[in-house]
DNA sequence: GTCTATAACTAGATAGAC
DNA sequence: GTCTATCTAGTTATAGAC
């Protein structure tokens, strides 16, 4: 763990390229070139191109640990609290490492033969949304959709008619005004 | 577009394996071993991987260009309320295409150096559920927590101080009980 | 610490026999 | 329609000079 500049600037090269393309879609080659080195550099200060994945995911890994471990010692709703603030902290403060475990969606989708799509998917978000110009609301609607098709796949062996009624549930208890 | 038994095998197949490996995890070669024949044949029956993916996700494409239509001729809470049922039914429907276009989390997240956490995931989830073991309480956590990391990542030029209370406030109102 | 060169392997795709 | 053999290009990783 000697600090090096050279060291600091692949792992965030490698954090830039894994949160946007993916691991398996970044090479060596594409990391050494924005960083401005050879392969060979990459390997002298990695042991593997895992080994860089795994470095930088270390300090996101700690903080998640210290989470899970403040849960423990709360109380049901105190605990609830906490998880939906601790949870909510931790994504927007590493959203790179998140962005490489929850990727692909947009990697795909957004490219050839796929792109014609993205208005449809708006307009289904725009819709879920109520319509309203509300950013809240339409943030609220992306997150329900974008949760509730992560599930499905997810609980893959469940039956549809149990999942439906509490997928479509907990999407108008968020979305639909409080009477 | 000539039916042919060999062709439905490779795109179940090819569907089964870029769900659950996802597009780029899987090989020509992959598929050609699971449907019994040589790389070549899948090639003589498709242009190229890219055609196979394109066929596999044109059934699924079709029905969510006609909800989209639907959605366009419906007013605000009609239209809501159809596009809500709409996409639950449309996800649960074409479960493998919507894996192929969410996959990853579980691909990187569930295999060494990182299968340790998902105790952790597991127990995050538990506490957003207000440690219920009512299904439908846990199932409406996964969907928050995985929304709200989706859209965190989607969103990745928002400033957190904006994204947080709205993320917080759907997850609120979403799990929390009515009063 | 960094480089060039290359090894060892895998990918998608093609050629041509049957 | 399916095969074997091969091509070309890209991958991670290593060897050894500087």
Redesign the interface.
């Known amino acids: 763990m000697v600090p090096s500049k050279t060291r600091d600037r692949i792992l965030a090269a490698a954090a830039r390229q894994f ?1 946007h393309t ?4 970044t090479s060596l080659h594409d990391i050494a070139v924005e960083v401005g080195c050879s392969k060979a550099t990459l390997l002298y200060h990695f042991d593997s191109k ?1 080994a860089i994945l ?1 470095t930088l ?1 270390e300090p996101a ?1 700690r903080d ?2 210290e ?2 471990t403040r ?2 010692q709360l109380d ?2 105190a ?2 609290e ?4 601790g ?3 931790l ?2 403060r590493y ?1 790179q490492e ?9 990697q ?2 957004q490219q050839a ?2 792109e014609g ?1 993205w208005p ?1 998917v708006d ?2 978000t725009h ?2 949304a ?2 309203s110009t509300d ?2 609301a339409r ?2 609607a ?15 062996e469940e039956r ?1 008619a ?3 009624p ?10 639909l005004p ?1 009477t």
Do not use: H, K
């Open positions: 949160a993916g691991f398996r879609g895992e795994v995911m890994a998640f640990v989470l899970d849960l423990r049901v709703e605990a609830r906490a998880a939906i603030e949870f909510v902290d994504v927007l959203r998140v962005a490489l475990i929850y990727d692909t969606a947009r795909l989708f033969p796929f799509y449809l307009n289904l819709v879920v109520g319509r950013p809240a943030i609220s992306e997150v329900l959709l974008a949760g509730i098709a992560a599930i499905v796949i997810d609980r893959d549809d149990d999942l439906r509490i997928l479509v549930d907990v999407a108008r208890r968020a979305l409080r």
